[in-house]
């Protein structure tokens, strides 16, 4: 508030002041007074100085460059990402370019036609030459540009090769969960209804339909015992029919999962599902695949030069080859704490700022090793406990979605 109040009053004494000023000119106008009016040697003067201006300004713009490109990201940990990097060096080739010589030009106009009552500027209306140099010479920078954009974009979004690493990212608000494909190389299938608190994926295998079909069960017997004691008409009566008509229909929906085809089944309970943190084989092409359970969120891996849009009702994918292993990078920038992250970059809400998950890059034989001591995820979902009804844990947005 005290911030606000302050650009407030700035805001307000500037204005103060540029009234004053305009009282002043029109005070000077009516006495006859010119003194305000600038000489030519005060003219002359303002010129030279802004063209010696000129020097210090490129002397400051050298600084910042000096001073903030060290705290740039790291050269590209990822194949394309050098590609990607030589053309963004490319691009700020040419804006700099640019950038430089309209500003010469800016400094030298001001400087070499300062104001003089002597001299009447030149009333130029129009000329082909001029109107044809600056919509050819950008048009040829842009095309340029978009040519070599395009090229760049083809090379970086083609088809994972045969082989890769397939790796599901699969993020919530407010957290991330990694999903390897397992020696079949081949993701489970998942479905939205699955969803429970020992299936945050909703995976789909013949143990997970089953474990489903009982917590539903329960669930739906335990808000009937409720229902029975609910005083009729009421508000609780009404939201408990809801609630249990909802939960029989997503029984429905998971029963039917039980035709698909054994290998449909059988291909998710060998997948690997991991949290925190997650690894990746160096020199290895890796294929991502991302979903979303709730909003739009943005898989953002900024050290591999690589950023997807997570859409709730579809999959997106991208693929890239690791090429600096996470030791080696703490080598090359000399932190021993360094890591790369994998980060949310769409603002999706209160807890966005901690949304993120820890990189490993590795050799294959670590890699092979970290893998090999996961559980599947057959191994890792829990049986229902008999008697006792499951808790579903699917907040009010996940039911209306499995009404969709």
Avoid at 207 to 217: I, Y
Avoid at 253 to 265: P, T
Avoid at 301 to 308: E, I, N
Avoid at 371 to 395: H, R, W, Y
Wanted: glycine share 6%.
């Amino acid at each position: 508030m005290v911030s606000i109040l302050i650009i407030l009053a700035i805001v307000l004494a500037s204005l103060a002041i540029w009234q004053l000023m305009r009282v002043f000119e029109g005070t000077s106008k009516l006495k006859g007074d010119t003194s305000y009016v600038p000489t030519d040697a005060e003219n002359s003067y303002q010129g030279k100085m802004m063209f010696l201006f000129m020097f210090g300004y490129f002397a400051f713009f050298a600084w910042l460059y000096v001073k903030y490109v060290p705290l740039l990201l790291p050269e590209s940990a990822s194949e394309h990402g050098v590609l990607l990097d030589q053309l963004l060096g490319f691009n700020f080739l040419i804006i700099t370019l640019v950038f430089v010589v309209t500003h010469v030009f800016l400094f030298y106009f001001a400087f070499k036609y300062t104001f003089s009552k002597d001299r009447k500027a030149y009333f130029y209306t129009h000329s082909n030459k001029l109107e044809l140099l600056w919509t050819t010479v950008p048009a040829v920078f842009l095309a340029v540009i978009i040519v070599y954009g395009l090229s760049a974009w083809i090379d970086i979004t083609d088809e994972a090769p045969e082989g890769s690493v397939t790796i599901e990212l699969y993020p919530k608000q407010f957290d991330w969960t990694a999903r390897y494909s397992g020696s079949d190389s081949t993701l489970g299938a998942s479905n939205y209804n699955m969803i429970s608190s020992s299936n945050p994926l909703g995976v789909i295998t013949n143990g997970s339909v089953a474990q489903m079909q009982e917590e539903l069960k329960a669930d739906i017997l335990y808000l009937e015992e409720e229902l029975a004691k609910a005083p009729k008409g009421g508000i609780k009566d009404e939201e408990l029919t809801e609630t249990i008509a909802k939960r029989k229909r997503q029984l429905e929906r998971v029963s039917s999962f039980e035709g698909l085809d054994v290998a449909s089944l059988e291909s998710g309970d060998d997948d690997v599902l991991v949290k925190n943190e997650f690894y990746i084989p160096k020199g290895k092409s890796i294929e991502f695949i991302f979903r979303s359970r709730d909003v739009i969120h943005s898989a953002y891996m900024p050290h591999f030069r690589s950023q997807m849009n997570c859409v709730p009702g579809m999959t997106t994918t991208l693929n890239f080859v690791p090429t600096i292993s996470t030791a080696e990078m703490r080598e090359k920038t000399n932190n021993p704490e360094f890591d790369y992250m994998l980060l949310c970059n769409k603002i999706c809400g209160a807890a966005h700022y901690n949304m993120k998950m820890v990189i490993k890059v590795v050799e294959q034989e670590e890699y092979n090793k970290w893998i090999s001591e996961q559980k599947t995820f057959n191994e890792s979902i829990q049986p229902a406990d008999e008697g006792v009804a499951s808790e579903i844990k699917l907040s009010g947005n996940e039911i209306s979605m499995i009404e969709q």
